[in-house]
């Protein structure tokens, strides 16, 4: 009877003890998700800043551009006894 | 006593089950409810909660990159933010519509009744900057929303724009290769189910894609984005200087026949589209249909020595600038008597190439041109393209013949012209233009149609076109070797038949290296006003682009002049001679120019070693005074003038 009753009681602790762990996971995922969910909005604003400042690079370095940039400062095309051929 | 003791004991049991009965009452009551919670009203409660707890949500993908050969940004995609209101929502319209008239820099009443719509949503307007967007968040106003969207942008202008094309405000490819890779470039969407908390924010617990996995894949152009830009600048010019309507040029790799750029004029930006025009949206390399004019001469020439017909110096009587035939009569430019082949192409005389033509017969003359790919139309990825405008060989006239000889009632387009000049210049391989790097598309079998001993006679003769006294004399190059063929076709008149009086596409088309060509430039100016001869109008434009190409590929110079760089000193101004002469030592080039040094240094013969980077030379070694001994070397080292030492 004593044997019995002590098996009883180590079933029921394993039992609360699952269902403490099962608590404990769902609680981990729910928080792993929130923290996922952060570092990927992130991430997302990261990447749109990266993609905005190399789309602006690009046009800061657009020919066109660069030519009116050129033009601003009083530079212009090279004439053809200006240019020189330096051969390796 | 008893009595009492006996009374208080049925008393007690009578509370106590009073109070069973109570709470098996209560526990009765609440098993009832919970069966019927769970049982009755389960289904349904289950599918309200669903609906608050999950939401269907969906991941969209960035539509993929336009990239140049070398890696540069052609077209690409970013987030922006839209505006959306519900008006249902918006309290007070009318405060809300001066903000957001404020911010957007819309009208007020355009604004307002928008809001005063009956709908559960509007749009406000699509994709804001991100500095508005940050204006809106901050103003707070109830009803109003905002959402990330994708828009896709051109950072370098109108660069190749008609070729490029655009997409419409939902990222879908409408033209040019944006149509064309429409599905290769746009990003896949996935949906997925995420949870959403009290505080309305969506955790996703499906971690099967991300963004990145669903973005679109990035093309890559054989464009050379330096090359366009300077193409793009020659071509405004001519056409600007000449008046004419519009124009193109064209770069192509003879090698392979890789586009290195494509140029229409007048410019499209695709960041725009919705300024421009259908014509000027229009890609007319690959569109346009133009009478080739002489341009066509060498493949008439090409057909004859295939033939048999006649060799390079076979000659013909070209009847002194006037020949009739059946009714028409067949002008040259000048009075012309007996010419060689090779003259014939030279001078570009209408009446000897239609004395071949009449040789080679219609049948041949048409074999030549399928074989050229003028028949089919050019294998690129391009939307709207045609195939060139040739009428059966059984239906041709003797005079339709000779026309064909001249580039006369036949019609193709610049990309056509130029695939049969890479063609003609790469030893007589067909060779397929090809404008996509990656991916790597299915293209026409490249093989021989030519033989290499004719594509070298031909070549020989473009190149006397420009360095004897051809057409293109004027446009001699010192130090590279430029062949190429003029042409000045007129323009047919669609309405009134027959040509349009004053009306004509000048072009050029320059080969070079001459003899071994690693390049094909194409330049034409469709009804130019102030000129009309393609060696006047697109052959300086050809002569210029040739120059701006050797500034990048020095191996198309001259070999014997390659190998003398220290020949180069005229450059120098008569000072800095005198200068020099009297001194066999080295010089102190501290604080001088590069180009100063190289100059010096060139003309004294001595091997210059160039360290570092910048326009001044800061350091020397040897030491200044030195004495100089041929073919010593000289190290110069380089910096910005706040550098010097």
Known sequence: MKTETTALIIMLGLFVGLIFCKI??????????????????????????????????????SPDHLKDLAQKYGLRPAKENEIKVILP | MIYRRTRNSTLGKARFWIFTIFLLLIWGGLLARTFWIQLIWGPKLVARACSQYFVASKLQGLRGKILD???????????????????????????????????????????????????????IRRKISDLKAEKIKSSRLHGIYLTREFTRIYPQ????GQVLGFTNIDGKGLEGLERSFDSYLKGKREKFVAFKDAKGRIIRFNLKATQKDLNGKDLILTIDTRLQAQAEDILAKTVQKFRGKNGILIIAKVK????????????????SFFAYSPLEMRNRAALDL???GSTAKPFMVAAALEQGICQPDTIFFCEQGKWRLESKTIRDTHKYGWLSVSAIVRYSSNIGIGKIALKVGPK???????????????????????????????????????????????????????????????????????LVKHPELTKPESKQILSPTISKQILRMLWEVVNRDGTGKKLKLKDISLGGKTGTAQKSDLIKGGYKQGAYVASFVGVFPALSPKYVVFLAVDEPQTEHYGAEVAGPGVRQMVLNIAAMDKTVFRKSKAQTPVSRHRYLVQNDLAQLSDLNRLSDFRGKSLRYALDVLNSKQVQTILKGKGVIVVGQK???????????KVHLYLGFPEEVL
């Not at chain 2, 911010?103 to 509007?122: G, M, Q, R, T």
């Not at chain 2, 026949?257 to 499209?268: C, D, K, S, T």
């Open chain 1, 24 to 61: 404990w996971l769902s609680v981990s995922i729910s928080d792993l998700a929130y923290e996922y969910d952060k570092i990927e909005n992130q991430l997302r604003k990261e990447q749109d800043l990266n993609l905005k400042l190399k789309a602006e690079r690009s046009f800061l370095l």
């Open chain 2, 69 to 123: 050969r070398n890696g540069v940004v052609l077209a690409q995609t970013i987030s922006a933010y839209s505006v959306f209101a519900r008006p249902l929502e918006v309290e007070n319209s009318s405060k809300v519509a001066r903000v957001l008239s404020i911010i957007l820099s819309e009208p007020y009443a355009k604004i307002l009744a928008k809001l005063k719509n009956d709908k559960k949503f509007v749009w």
């Open chain 2, 157 to 160: 202008g109108h660069l190749l």
């Open chain 2, 256 to 271: 392979n026949g890789e586009i290195l750029a494509l140029a229409n004029y007048p410019f499209f930006n695709p960041n």
């Open chain 2, 290 to 292: 133009f009478e080739p």
């Open chain 2, 364 to 434: 041949t003359f048409f074999q030549v041109l399928k074989r050229f790919g003028f028949t089919q139309k050019v294998p690129l990825p391009l939307p709207g393209r045609v195939e060139s405008l040739i009428r059966p060989p059984k239906k041709w006239t003797k005079i339709d013949l000779v026309s064909a000889g001249f580039g006369q009632g036949w019609a193709t387009t610049g990309l056509h012209l130029v695939q049969a000049y890479v063609s003609l210049a790469n030893g007589g391989v067909f060779t397929p233009l090809v």
């Open chain 2, 622 to 632: 040897p030491a200044p005074g030195t004495i100089l001994k041929k073919h010593m």
